[in-house]
C-alpha cells in the first residue's frame, strides 16, 4: 500500500499496523490511563492515535500525517509543531506524547512541555513514554538495526522521569514493554517508562 522506505525514521513504526496494539503493554497501558478528549503529540502514521480514539494526532511530518489520514480517516490528523500547539488552553482531557521527546533539543523539550501544560485541562492527565535507550534489550536492537541518528537525547527512565517531574506531578509510572518486533521479548523486556502525570 505504501512504499515504505521513503518515510525515513518513521518507516520502522509501519510493523505496528500490522499488531494488536492490546498485545503490547506499553500502549494497553496508554490506553487504560487515556480518557475524555485526547492529543497525541509526535503521531506519526497514526496507529496509536487510532487505538486510543483520540480527536487529534500532530505531526511535524506532512507525509506521515498524509498516511494517516488515508489509514484512519475518522481521525483529525494535522501538521504541527510541538513548540507551538495550534489549540486554545485547557482543551484536551489527555495529552499523549510516546517515543517523542528525544527526538527533541532541550530547549524544544521545554517549549513542547510548556505547550501540553497550556492545553491540557486541570484535571487532565499527560501520559509521557520513552523507550530507555541504555536498556539491555535497546542495546541489541541498535547493534542488530544501528543506532538512530534522530535521537537527540539518550536518558535512563531515571533521567526521564526527573525531567518530567521538572513540569509535571507524576501520578504513576510503569515500566512497560513496547516490543512489536518480537511480542515474546515483553514477557521479560521492559525497556519503556510510562509515567501518568498532572499540573502542578
Known amino acids: ?36 478528549k485526547i492529543l497525541e503529540i509526535g503521531c506519526g502514521i497514526g496507529y ?35 513548540t507551538n500547539l495550534p489549540f486554545k488552553p485547557d482543551q484536551f482531557n489527555t495529552v499523549v506524547c510516546y517515543n517523542v521527546l528525544e527526538h527533541l ?8 512541555l510548556f505547550e501540553v501544560k497550556r492545553v491540557l485541562k486541570n484535571d487532565g492527565v499527560f501520559l509521557v513514554g520513552y523507550s530507555d535507550l541504555t536498556y539491555w534489550g535497546y542495546h541489541i536492537i541498535e547493534i542488530i538495526k544501528g543506532k538512530d541518528p534522530t535521537h537527540c537525547q ?5 533521567d526521564f522521569s526527573i525531567l518530567i517531574k521538572k ?14 518486533y518480537c511480542t515474546w521479548l515483553s514477557r521479560f523486556c521492559k ?3 510510562v509515567l501518568k502525570c498532572c499540573k502542578n
Do not use: C
Request: aromatic residues 16%; charged residues 25%.
Open 105 to 112: 533539543t532541550n530547549s524544544e523539550i521545554e517549549k513542547t
Open 167 to 180: 513540569f509535571f506531578t507524576v501520578i504513576e509510572k510503569k515500566n512497560t514493554s513496547g516490543y512489536g
Open 191 to 193: 525497556g519503556d517508562i
Open 48 to 82: 496509536i492515535s487510532a487505538y486510543l480514539g483520540a480527536e487529534y494526532g500532530i505531526d511535524n511530518n506532512s507525509k506521515v500525517i498524509a498516511v494517516a489520514k488515508k489509514l484512519y480517516p475518522h481521525t483529525a490528523f494535522i501538521v504541527g509543531d510541538s
Open 154 to 158: 539518550r536518558w535512563s527512565r531515571m
Open 1 to 36: 500500500m505504501f512504499q515504505i522506505r521513503k518515510y525515513g525514521h518513521y518507516s520502522q513504526y509501519f510493523h505496528f499496523l500490522k499488531k494488536d496494539l492490546n498485545n503490547i503493554e506499553t500502549f494497553r497501558t496508554i490506553k487504560k490511563w487515556s480518557f475524555g
